[in-house]
Structures are given as structure tokens and as C-alpha cells.
């Protein structure tokens, strides 16, 4: 990783930040009677009506659905302002997507066409577990084990809610863990965080 000295570096997650296919895998099990708010925690322990291998399967099938028919919008941002919000950060922040995405060149086609504009160099594939290895400054994933390994190096963990992060959250005491609702809610942190991050730099000019 070779960030720009004068920029902190930002780890975007896709799975439950920038996308979330959860409700379109449950609608593909109906007979789980599983939706998005069982899953209570990361793994699907709390729902074991619906397995892993099925829950894979599912995710599988709408990436191969997608790549079937690229004109089609079949996976879509959780926000459409994503891009837009992207952009607008990239001003501040060094700006890498880091996924643990069993088809990672789909997630990175997926991005061009929906606007989000990451160079090939600041796209990682990796596994879940490695992310911490890169040494962003800031972090932003839905994984509650992440958070904790990213705040044990005293970094910035964003957490973007989900029903599978809700009680980690709740329980949290850790002030580098931010909770996050929305990507407006992404947005106002690291723009302070900039902010904050540029003032010694005002006040020397003075």
C-alpha cells in the first residue's frame, strides 16, 4: 500500500457497506422463514435454519445473475449517493476498497459501472480476517471482528449498523468503534475527521 503522505488511507467493505444482498438471499430461501433482522449475528449462528452452504449459494446465484446481464441493474448500491460520496472524499482521503468477495473481479466490474471509481492498484481482495494487515488509518466494514482488531491498533473503525452488528455495538465502550446509520452519517464523520486532521495546518499559516 503506498498512500499519499498528506491524505489518510480509507478501507471501504462492500458486503453490508457498500451493497447488501442478505434480503435477496433470504427471499431465495423462503423456506428458512429467515429475514435480514433474525440474523442477529455475524455467521448465522442465530438462524441455523439457514445454512452457510445455502446462504452462499444464494450470493453465488445473484453474482452469476448479474454477470449474466451486465445492462441490468440486479445488485445496487445500498445508497445511491454512494458514488457521488466517494468522489466527493476522495478529495480528503486515499481511498481503497478492500472485499473478501469469493468473485472479486464481478465486485470491481460492479464498481466501474455503478460509478465508483477505484483504481485496480486501490482494489484488494483478501480474506476477511487480513484486512487489518494493510494498516489503513480508518476502516469502514459491518464485521464486528474487524472493528476490534482495527481499534486494538488504534485506528478508526466506522461500523455501518446491521442486524448481525447490533449488539456488538450496543455493548461497545471503545471510542475508536463509530457507529454508522447511513452513508450521509460516513460522510459527516470523515468530513470532520478531515477537518479536524487540517486545522493544525490553518492555524501554522496564521
Known amino acids: 500500500m503506498h498512500a499519499k503522505k ?5 478501507a471501504l467493505d462492500v ?3 457498500i451493497i447488501d444482498l442478505v434480503p435477496k438471499i433470504c427471499e431465495m430461501n423462503p423456506q ?8 442477529t449475528e455475524y455467521g448465522l449462528s442465530t438462524v441455523p435454519q439457514l445454512s452457510i452452504d445455502a ?3 444464494s ?3 445473484i453474482w452469476d445473475l448479474q454477470k449474466s446481464n451486465w445492462n441490468k441493474n ?4 445500498l445508497d445511491s449517493n454512494i458514488p457521488a460520496i466517494i468522489y466527493s472524499l476522495s478529495a480528503n482521503y486515499e481511498i481503497y476498497v478492500v472485499t473478501a468477495s469469493i468473485d472479486p473481479s464481478s465486485v470491481y466490474k460492479w464498481l466501474i459501472k ?5 483504481s485496480r492498484d486501490h482494489f484488494i481482495s483478501c480474506k476477511a480476517e487480513e484486512k487489518v494487515n494493510y494498516n489503513f488509518d480508518i476502516y469502514i466494514d459491518d464485521y464486528p471482528e474487524i472493528a476490534k482488531k482495527v481499534a486494538e491498533t488504534n485506528k478508526i473503525a466506522i461500523v455501518y449498523k446491521q442486524p448481525w452488528n447490533a449488539i456488538f455495538l450496543r455493548n461497545n465502550r471503545n471510542k475508536s468503534i463509530i457507529p454508522v446509520d447511513d452513508w450521509n452519517g460516513i460522510n459527516r464523520i470523515l468530513e470532520d475527521i478531515a ?6 495546518k490553518l492555524r501554522n499559516k496564521e
Open 6 to 10: 498528506s491524505k489518510k488511507s480509507l
Open 15 to 17: 458486503d453490508g457497506v
Open 32 to 39: 428458512s422463514g429467515v429475514c435480514k433482522e433474525d440474523i
Open 55 to 57: 446462504f452462499m449459494k
Open 59 to 61: 450470493y453465488k446465484d
Open 74 to 77: 440486479i445488485i445496487t448500491p
Open 114 to 118: 455503478n460509478n465508483i471509481i477505484i
Open 195 to 200: 477537518l479536524k486532521q487540517s486545522m493544525p
